[in-house]
């Protein structure tokens, strides 16, 4: 409308974006004491790149979101750049953090599990980068199956950025169980009683075969 006062809306050249999404309010410069900024700043325009790829965004794909989600065009007037290039932040998610969150999740599901059993860490834990967020970045872990294997557990660490999982990093547990066995402590001659001085309790891995005979307690 003619005579009325238009919002300014500036196209930034680049951008660098930290979540997994990208909003008007990073693609654009918005005057922050204008009436109704906060919610144009807020709309989604689509995901962010992959690691190690950019994407152009045209002042006319800008236009058209927001007309898609029932912005009032005639409020705004549009200017800056012809179009932006979008780019995303990714950082390293420390291989230790993943390992702790791991191993406490595993921890806390064996004690509950109950039983005799001791584990073995991975040795290597793969690189992860992933957006630091706008908000935050973070690891939780879950073990994979109610009830661990024999042998091994998987734990499942998940990636969350901004509350939102970005990706699950699976890392396997070597298990060893223990069980108390008693065994003679020596040879004995046939028809020599048995008692506290030729029987110890021993602990011993369930899958290593003892020796000598033995009976579990």
Known sequence: EKGKAKTPVRVKPTV???GLDVTVGELCDLPTDAPGMLAI?????????????????????IVQR??????D????????????????????????DLLDA??????????????????????????????????SQEVRARVRNPQVGSNTAVVD????????????????????????????TGALRAGTPLGPESLELVREPVDQAPDRKSTRL
Do not use: M
């Open 102 to 135: 791991a191993t406490n999740a595993l921890q806390a599901h064996l004690a509950v599990q109950g039983g005799d059993i001791e584990y073995e860490q991975p040795r290597q834990v793969r690189h992860v980068q992933a957006p630091p967020g706008r908000r």
């Open 66 to 71: 927001l007309a898609a989600v029932g912005i």
């Open 157 to 184: 660490v998940d990636v969350l950025v901004d509350g939102e999982s970005f990706r699950k990093v699976p890392l396997q547990f070597r298990l060893i169980r223990y069980q108390h066995v008693l065994k003679t």
């Open 16 to 18: 660098a974006v930290r």
């Open 73 to 96: 065009l005639a409020t705004l007037e549009f200017g800056g750049a012809d179009q932006v290039v979008v780019q995303p932040v990714f950082s390293e998610v420390p291989a230790q």
């Open 41 to 61: 700043a807020n709309v989604a325009f689509g995901k962010a790149p992959a690691i190690g790829h950019s994407r152009t965004v045209s002042r006319g794909e």
